[in-house]
Protein backbone atom coordinates (compact mmCIF):
# COMPACT_ATOMS: atom_id res chain seq x y z
CA UNK A 1 0.00 0.00 0.00
CA UNK A 2 1.79 3.22 -1.19
CA UNK A 3 0.91 6.28 1.60
CA UNK A 4 2.03 9.53 0.52
CA UNK A 5 4.64 10.92 2.65
CA UNK A 6 3.03 13.83 4.03
CA UNK A 7 0.89 11.14 5.59
CA UNK A 8 3.87 9.50 6.92
CA UNK A 9 5.05 12.24 8.44
CA UNK A 10 2.36 13.14 10.23
CA UNK A 11 2.18 9.73 11.53
CA UNK A 12 5.54 9.99 13.23
CA UNK A 13 4.84 13.49 15.19
CA UNK A 14 0.81 12.71 15.69
CA UNK A 15 1.02 9.24 16.71
CA UNK A 16 3.98 10.02 19.76
CA UNK A 17 1.79 12.83 20.92
CA UNK A 18 -1.52 10.89 21.42
CA UNK A 19 0.41 7.92 22.89
CA UNK A 20 1.06 10.73 25.77
CA UNK A 21 -2.36 12.02 25.67
CA UNK A 22 -3.68 8.40 25.65
CA UNK A 23 -1.69 7.24 28.45
CA UNK A 24 -2.62 10.41 30.72
CA UNK A 25 -6.00 10.19 30.07
CA UNK A 26 -6.00 5.90 31.02
CA UNK A 27 -4.20 7.62 34.13
CA UNK A 28 -7.25 9.52 35.33
CA UNK A 29 -9.70 7.08 33.49
CA UNK A 30 -11.43 10.01 32.14
CA UNK A 31 -14.99 9.76 30.82
CA UNK A 32 -16.52 9.13 27.61
CA UNK A 33 -16.90 12.75 27.06
CA UNK A 34 -13.70 13.75 27.80
CA UNK A 35 -12.74 10.42 25.56
CA UNK A 36 -14.87 11.69 22.41
CA UNK A 37 -12.69 14.63 22.79
CA UNK A 38 -9.49 12.86 22.34
CA UNK A 39 -10.80 10.39 19.57
CA UNK A 40 -11.75 13.96 17.96
CA UNK A 41 -8.60 15.21 17.85
CA UNK A 42 -7.33 12.13 16.83
CA UNK A 43 -9.32 12.02 13.68
CA UNK A 44 -8.09 15.68 12.75
CA UNK A 45 -4.09 14.83 13.97
CA UNK A 46 -3.89 11.91 13.00
CA UNK A 47 -6.13 10.84 10.50
CA UNK A 48 -6.95 14.25 8.36
CA UNK A 49 -10.37 15.21 8.75
CA UNK A 50 -11.37 18.51 9.53
CA UNK A 51 -12.75 18.51 12.72
CA UNK A 52 -15.28 21.16 11.96
CA UNK A 53 -16.30 20.02 8.68
CA UNK A 54 -15.87 15.96 8.48
CA UNK A 55 -16.32 15.03 12.10
CA UNK A 56 -19.73 15.06 13.21
CA UNK A 57 -22.05 13.75 15.72
CA UNK A 58 -25.59 14.81 14.32
CA UNK A 59 -26.15 11.66 13.12
CA UNK A 60 -29.21 9.52 14.95
CA UNK A 61 -29.89 6.42 15.86
CA UNK A 62 -33.07 5.06 17.06
CA UNK A 63 -33.76 8.27 18.92
CA UNK A 64 -29.97 8.39 20.16
CA UNK A 65 -27.41 10.52 18.20
CA UNK A 66 -24.48 8.21 17.16
CA UNK A 67 -20.93 9.63 18.88
CA UNK A 68 -19.08 10.10 15.61
CA UNK A 69 -19.26 10.05 12.24
CA UNK A 70 -17.29 10.98 9.39
CA UNK A 71 -18.73 12.86 6.48
CA UNK A 72 -16.54 13.62 3.44
CA UNK A 73 -18.14 15.40 0.25
CA UNK A 74 -21.39 15.12 1.70
CA UNK A 75 -21.43 11.11 2.72
CA UNK A 76 -20.52 8.85 5.49
CA UNK A 77 -17.99 7.27 5.11
CA UNK A 78 -17.65 5.74 8.62
CA UNK A 79 -19.36 5.70 11.82
CA UNK A 80 -17.81 5.91 14.72
CA UNK A 81 -19.15 4.22 18.60
CA UNK A 82 -16.79 5.84 21.22
CA UNK A 83 -16.65 4.68 24.61
CA UNK A 84 -14.60 5.43 27.79
CA UNK A 85 -11.21 5.15 27.65
CA UNK A 86 -10.90 2.66 30.56
CA UNK A 87 -14.04 0.61 29.49
CA UNK A 88 -13.32 -2.77 27.17
CA UNK A 89 -14.79 -3.16 23.96
CA UNK A 90 -17.53 -5.50 23.51
CA UNK A 91 -19.45 -6.38 20.02
CA UNK A 92 -22.77 -5.64 21.78
CA UNK A 93 -21.48 -1.55 21.70
CA UNK A 94 -21.79 -1.70 17.40
CA UNK A 95 -25.91 -2.90 17.81
CA UNK A 96 -27.26 0.40 16.96
CA UNK A 97 -24.02 1.98 14.78
CA UNK A 98 -25.09 -1.35 12.88
CA UNK A 99 -28.45 -1.40 12.28
CA UNK A 100 -28.03 2.22 11.05
CA UNK A 101 -25.48 1.84 8.73
CA UNK A 102 -27.43 -1.06 6.93
CA UNK A 103 -30.26 1.00 7.07
CA UNK A 104 -28.40 3.83 5.53
CA UNK A 105 -25.61 2.05 3.23
CA UNK A 106 -22.48 3.02 5.30
CA UNK A 107 -19.96 0.20 4.96
CA UNK A 108 -17.80 0.89 8.03
CA UNK A 109 -17.82 1.13 11.87
CA UNK A 110 -15.26 1.67 14.17
CA UNK A 111 -15.47 1.12 17.99
CA UNK A 112 -13.13 2.48 19.58
CA UNK A 113 -12.24 3.69 23.92
CA UNK A 114 -9.20 6.22 22.05
CA UNK A 115 -6.72 3.55 22.65
CA UNK A 116 -8.28 0.54 20.98
CA UNK A 117 -9.61 1.02 17.25
CA UNK A 118 -11.49 -2.10 16.38
CA UNK A 119 -12.83 -1.68 12.80
CA UNK A 120 -15.78 -3.54 11.33
CA UNK A 121 -17.24 -4.14 7.66
CA UNK A 122 -21.29 -4.00 7.65
CA UNK A 123 -22.30 -6.98 6.29
CA UNK A 124 -25.68 -7.59 4.42
CA UNK A 125 -25.28 -10.97 3.93
CA UNK A 126 -27.86 -13.60 5.28
CA UNK A 127 -27.79 -12.21 9.07
CA UNK A 128 -26.90 -8.37 9.58
CA UNK A 129 -23.66 -8.37 11.00
CA UNK A 130 -20.14 -6.38 11.94
CA UNK A 131 -17.38 -8.58 10.72
CA UNK A 132 -13.79 -7.95 11.96
CA UNK A 133 -11.30 -6.25 9.90
CA UNK A 134 -8.31 -5.21 12.15
CA UNK A 135 -7.64 -3.86 15.48
CA UNK A 136 -5.32 -0.65 16.07
CA UNK A 137 -4.04 -0.48 19.72
CA UNK A 138 -3.02 3.33 19.57
CA UNK A 139 -0.30 2.74 22.77
CA UNK A 140 1.57 -0.03 20.58
CA UNK A 141 1.80 1.52 17.23
CA UNK A 142 5.62 1.40 15.91
CA UNK A 143 5.64 3.71 13.11
CA UNK A 144 8.46 1.05 11.99
CA UNK A 145 5.73 -1.53 11.04
CA UNK A 146 4.55 -1.36 7.67
CA UNK A 147 1.40 -3.04 8.82
CA UNK A 148 0.73 -0.50 11.42
CA UNK A 149 1.09 2.47 9.04
CA UNK A 150 -1.23 0.36 6.55
CA UNK A 151 -3.93 -0.11 9.50
CA UNK A 152 -3.36 3.47 10.28
CA UNK A 153 -4.18 4.60 6.01
CA UNK A 154 -7.13 2.88 5.66
CA UNK A 155 -8.97 5.63 8.25
CA UNK A 156 -7.48 8.46 6.83
CA UNK A 157 -9.18 10.92 4.61
CA UNK A 158 -6.11 10.57 2.15
CA UNK A 159 -6.75 6.89 1.80
CA UNK A 160 -10.43 7.38 1.19
CA UNK A 161 -8.81 8.36 -2.07
CA UNK A 162 -7.51 5.43 -3.43
CA UNK A 163 -10.25 3.25 -1.40
CA UNK A 164 -7.30 1.86 0.92
CA UNK A 165 -9.94 0.19 3.17
CA UNK A 166 -11.20 -1.92 0.41
CA UNK A 167 -8.43 -2.89 -1.01
CA UNK A 168 -7.06 -3.53 2.23
CA UNK A 169 -10.37 -5.89 3.06
CA UNK A 170 -9.65 -7.82 -0.37
CA UNK A 171 -6.41 -8.55 1.13
CA UNK A 172 -6.82 -9.78 4.56
CA UNK A 173 -10.21 -12.15 2.68
CA UNK A 174 -7.53 -13.62 0.68
CA UNK A 175 -4.09 -13.68 2.52
CA UNK A 176 -4.95 -15.54 5.82
CA UNK A 177 -4.89 -19.13 7.12
CA UNK A 178 -8.56 -20.72 5.60
CA UNK A 179 -7.47 -19.01 1.79
CA UNK A 180 -3.89 -21.01 1.39
CA UNK A 181 -5.12 -24.11 3.46
CA UNK A 182 -7.84 -23.89 0.74
CA UNK A 183 -5.49 -23.55 -2.00
CA UNK A 184 -2.92 -26.11 -0.43
CA UNK A 185 -5.87 -28.79 -1.09
CA UNK A 186 -6.73 -28.04 -4.59
CA UNK A 187 -6.79 -31.07 -7.01
CA UNK A 188 -3.96 -29.04 -8.94
CA UNK A 189 -1.75 -28.79 -5.73
CA UNK A 190 -2.46 -32.14 -4.38
CA UNK A 191 -1.48 -33.46 -7.58
CA UNK A 192 1.80 -31.26 -7.68
CA UNK A 193 2.77 -32.67 -4.34
CA UNK A 194 2.42 -36.28 -5.39
CA UNK A 195 4.63 -35.41 -8.87
CA UNK A 196 7.26 -34.08 -6.45
CA UNK A 197 7.02 -37.20 -4.17
CA UNK A 198 7.76 -39.58 -7.43
CA UNK A 199 10.82 -37.49 -8.20
CA UNK A 200 12.24 -38.32 -4.90
CA UNK A 201 11.04 -42.24 -5.86
CA UNK A 202 10.69 -42.71 -9.16
CA UNK A 203 9.16 -46.29 -8.20
CA UNK A 204 7.22 -44.02 -5.67
CA UNK A 205 3.33 -45.50 -5.94
CA UNK A 206 0.81 -42.63 -4.56
CA UNK A 207 -2.26 -41.77 -5.57
CA UNK A 208 -3.57 -38.04 -5.26
CA UNK A 209 -6.44 -39.35 -2.95
CA UNK A 210 -3.30 -40.24 -0.45
CA UNK A 211 -2.18 -36.99 -0.58
CA UNK A 212 -5.00 -35.39 0.01
CA UNK A 213 -5.78 -37.41 2.96
CA UNK A 214 -2.32 -36.76 4.52
CA UNK A 215 -3.00 -32.84 4.35
CA UNK A 216 -7.05 -32.71 5.21
CA UNK A 217 -5.99 -35.59 8.37
CA UNK A 218 -2.63 -34.18 9.61
CA UNK A 219 -1.03 -31.39 7.92
CA UNK A 220 -4.20 -28.54 7.81
CA UNK A 221 -5.05 -28.05 11.38
CA UNK A 222 -8.58 -29.20 12.27
CA UNK A 223 -9.76 -26.07 13.71
CA UNK A 224 -9.21 -24.32 10.40
CA UNK A 225 -10.62 -27.50 8.26
CA UNK A 226 -13.92 -26.97 10.44
CA UNK A 227 -14.55 -23.38 10.18
CA UNK A 228 -17.07 -21.80 7.66
CA UNK A 229 -14.01 -19.28 6.37
CA UNK A 230 -12.17 -22.50 5.16
CA UNK A 231 -15.51 -23.71 3.37
CA UNK A 232 -16.12 -20.84 1.72
CA UNK A 233 -13.02 -20.29 0.78
CA UNK A 234 -12.39 -23.79 -1.14
CA UNK A 235 -15.49 -22.91 -2.79
CA UNK A 236 -13.71 -19.43 -4.18
CA UNK A 237 -10.99 -21.33 -4.94
CA UNK A 238 -12.32 -23.87 -7.12
CA UNK A 239 -14.27 -21.51 -9.03
CA UNK A 240 -11.16 -19.67 -9.52
CA UNK A 241 -9.33 -22.82 -10.73
CA UNK A 242 -12.58 -23.18 -12.96
CA UNK A 243 -12.28 -20.15 -15.03
Same mark, same amino acid.
Given at each position: M???? *???? $? &????? /??? @? $??? *?? #?????????? /???IVTDIL #??????????????????? !?? &???LAIKVNNQIRFLIEVKAIG??? @??? !?????????? *? +??????ILTNGIMWDVYKVSMGQNLAAV?????NFLELSMRDEENKNSLFILCKEGLTSDAIAEFHERVNLVNKYTISAIISNDSIVNSIRLQLR????????????? #? +??????VIKRDILDDD !??? @? #????? @? $?????
Open positions: RIPK *KVEE $R &FSTSV /TKF @K $RVL *KK #ALDKDVNESD /TVA #AEVFGYDKYEEVTSEYQIK !HQ &FCDIGL @KDN !HLDQALTYGA *K +EGIDWIPLCSIKLSSGLKISNEEV #A +EILMEE !HFK @K #AKTKV @K $RANGK
